[in-house]
């Protein structure tokens, strides 16, 4: 009866011990573990590659943990992907912090705001105050989810030089009110819908130096939101507040 193999307990090696090599041109024998006679070096590049990835992944995380409480119903696995990506450009070619390039940044890429609905908004800074008027309404692809309604809320992230986020809302419903528009043969009946307008007024912290504007809408029937597919949520605008300062005192 053949003997059964005993399997060998392998010692893992402790740090600073020799490693043991099988090669084919020297064989077996041993050597000192890397950098033991000469210094970790890094190269320039590898450096800036490593430091850029960091200041992106801590701008990416800031803007994503804000905007989570509003994505719940907005499923998109490729937003974090975007986001990065769009970041580390931007900041590759200039390393200075300007996410003024975020405007119209969608959080659900295939579900695009403007099919959805229309939004058109105007910010004023001054006096440690915002200033948000927005005129929005739906567009036809709504009818599709037979909404009487629509929930429009402004989110504002405002941003320290640490990164450091503080978000405030304001929410309104408004009534999905249209008219047919003349139909042509062979087009698919088209509609006019009301515009609605809003505005909201947000304190500004005292160390922000960036406000990103975002708008969430969602549809609504008999108060509630049955069918989150017909939601939409995107950044409208952002605000660097020192460009903000500049342009006061030229004037």
């Not at 041993?30 to 960091?54: Q, W």
């Not at 975007?82 to 200075?96: F, Q, S, T």
């Amino acid at each position: 009866m053949a003997k059964k193999k005993e399997d060998k307990i392998k010692r893992l090696r402790r740090p600073g011990e020799p490693i043991i090599v099988n090669s084919k041109a020297y064989g077996k024998h041993e050597r000192a573990p890397r950098f033991t006679y000469t210094p970790r070096t890094e190269s320039p590049s590898l450096k800036k590659f490593s430091d850029l990835n960091g200041r992106v992944n801590g701008i990416a995380k800031a803007i994503n943990d804000a905007s989570k409480p509003f994505r719940q119903d907005i499923k998109d696995g490729t937003m974090w992907s975007r986001l990065v990506g769009i970041l580390k450009k931007d900041l590759n070619a200039d390393p200075e912090l300007d996410l003024r390039f975020l405007s119209n940044f969608e959080f659900r890429a295939k579900h695009n705001f403007s099919r959805f609905y229309h939004a058109s908004l105007s910010s004023t800074l001054g006096d440690s105050k915002l200033t948000v008027e927005i005129n929005s309404a739906s567009a036809d692809i709504i009818n599709k989810y037979k909404a009487s309604h629509y929930e429009q809320t402004l989110v504002i992230v405002f941003i320290n030089k640490e990164i450091a986020t503080v978000t405030n809302t304001h929410s309104r419903i408004f009534p999905v009110v249209s008219k047919e528009l003349p139909k042509k043969r062979g087009v698919k009946q088209k509609y006019l819908y009301d515009t609605n307008k809003d505005a909201a007024r947000f304190d500004v912290p005292l160390d922000t130096t960036t406000i990103l504007i975002a708008v969430k809408c969602k549809p609504l029937k008999d108060g509630i939101c049955k069918n989150p597919a017909g939601s939409a949520f995107a950044v409208l605008e952002v605000i660097e507040t020192a460009f903000v300062e500049d342009e006061r005192a030229e004037s």
